[in-house]
């Protein structure tokens, strides 16, 4: 009789233990994450936070493309303006007001180059920060946030590569190769 | 069989005997950390009770279920642990009770709103309060990085005028002027990078002032929450302030930028 109270008891405590010790924790927001939880006590697959992350991961590789344009974009006038450099330092101009005109241009076809050079070192920067928060498995509000910031962040870049680049073919280049036709 | 028996149940009778005696030792241990976090915050308790009206007497009509979702008296009950909180921590006395009063209304919220069966609201509300303190320390930093941006766009204003107009040396002018630039480059990309920080985090405010429109929507009774609401338009109205000026010490720069272009190209 003793031996099986005993033993009722004991039964009802390892039950209480055991639910205890094995009582998850696991959260079912769709805004944290609880992947390897959700698999081990299989509390559902979290499919929206699944279909969150899988819609971040997409709009970082699309940011990164558009990235990877505006870099081509801006490596192809960086040539040309290397170029039109180039030429201009070898220009051997007859008349002096010529000469000035030239190295005028020369000038600012190099300070165009340094800018296309910063605007470089800033896509640089932001395809670092899309590659952190690509790497982020997390839905929290910090990571969206600042993913729709980086995307913010390479409009107003493109718009600044648009402007040098207008710029850079509409005018200064123009002026470069109208200076060496007069040389 | 009989000896095995008598082991087994004497080891049962140990294990049971040690888990009610850890189990009671840590029921004494918990009541006595409660008895002496109740004496530090008791001052705090009293001055907030005082705060939210519970030292005078309840209205006799008060129904029960009232009586369960009263805010004001989970606020006291909040309070405690709020106050009590911020005296173990340290914090000043004159602020305690004030931010008790805060804390404890919006602790009791959460709950009222939980008890109400909302859990979202609750959740949402929860996270949106846990999060203000950290949020007012990011602003600051912000706020202090805006304002060292700003000395510093006069300064490079300064130092451009001087530059143009004082050095007559043509090739000195060209040496000093491409370091120049390159320090306004680096103030520029500094400047962005601030403004940057300041437009996500006015992103998520944007988004926490949408939730508790929600919530206040659907619960227009509850006080802490407009308290709360006012306190995040307070810090989105000093963000925005930040990004403006963070947009005029971009616009500053990118100013002295070009008059400096302009002069090099001149003198070259």
Redo the contacts between chains.
């Keep these: 009789m003793f031996f099986s109270i005993v033993s009722k008891c004991t039964l009802v405590i390892l039950t209480v233990l055991i639910s205890g010790c094995a009582s998850t924790g696991c959260s079912t927001n769709p805004n944290e994450l609880s992947r390897l939880c959700a698999a081990r006590y299989k509390i559902g697959a979290n499919q929206h936070l699944e279909d969150h992350l899988a819609a971040r991961q997409i709009e970082a590789d699309n940011l990164k493309k558009q990235i990877s344009a505006s870099r081509q974009g801006l490596e192809a006038s960086k040539r040309r303006v290397s170029d039109a450099a180039l030429k201009l330092a070898a220009v051997d101009a007859k008349t002096e007001a010529v000469r000035t005109k030239a190295n005028k241009i020369a000038a600012e076809l190099k300070l165009k180059q340094l800018d296309i050079k910063s605007r470089q070192s800033d896509l640089a920067s932001l395809e670092q920060r899309i590659d952190q928060l690509k790497r982020e498995k997390s839905n929290n509000k910090e990571t969206i946030a600042q993913l729709n910031q980086a995307k913010r962040d390479l409009e107003q870049t493109k718009q600044e590569v648009k402007v040098l680049k207008d710029y850079l073919d509409t005018d200064l280049l123009i002026r470069a190769e109208n200076a060496l036709a007069y040389d | 069989m009989n000896k095995l028996?008598g082991n087994l149940?004497g080891s049962?009778?140990l294990?049971?005997s040690v888990?009610v005696f850890s189990t009671q030792t840590l029921a004494w241990s918990m009541k006595d950390t409660w008895e002496k976090t109740k004496d530090i915050a008791g001052s705090t308790v009293e001055k907030t009770q005082e705060a939210v009206g519970l030292d005078k007497k309840q209205p006799e009509e008060t129904t029960s279920e009232e009586k369960e979702f009263s805010v004001a008296e989970d606020a006291a009950k909040g309070a405690i642990v709020c106050g009590g909180l911020a005296k173990l921590l340290g914090k000043g006395n004159g602020t305690v009770a004030k931010a008790a009063v805060a804390c404890g209304a919006a602790n009791a919220a959460v709950t009222v709103l939980a008890n109400q069966g909302k859990k979202e609201y609750s959740?949402k509300y929860a996270a949106i309060n846990n999060d203000i303190a950290a949020t007012e320390k990011e602003i600051q930093a912000l706020e202090k990085e805006t304002t060292s941006n700003n000395k510093k766009a006069v300064s490079y204003k300064s130092e451009v005028d001087k530059l143009v107009a004082k050095e007559k040396d043509d090739k000195k002018f060209l040496s000093k002027a491409g370091d120049l630039?390159q320090e306004l480059?680096g103030q520029l990309?500094s400047n962005?990078m601030a403004k940057?920080k300041a437009?996500?985090?006015l992103?998520?405010l944007n988004?926490q002032v949408a939730d508790m429109d929600e919530i206040i929507k659907d619960s227009p009774d509850i006080e802490s929450l407009k308290t709360t609401k006012t306190a995040l338009l307070s810090q989105k109205k000093r963000l925005t302030e930040s990004v403006k000026q963070a947009n005029g010490v971009n616009d500053a720069l990118l100013a002295q930028k070009t008059k400096l272009?302009s002069e090099?190209?001149?003198r070259?």
Excluded: Y
């Design positions: 028996t149940v049962l009778l294990s049971i888990l959740d630039r480059d990309k962005k940057s437009e996500a985090k992103e998520i988004k272009d090099i190209i001149k070259s």
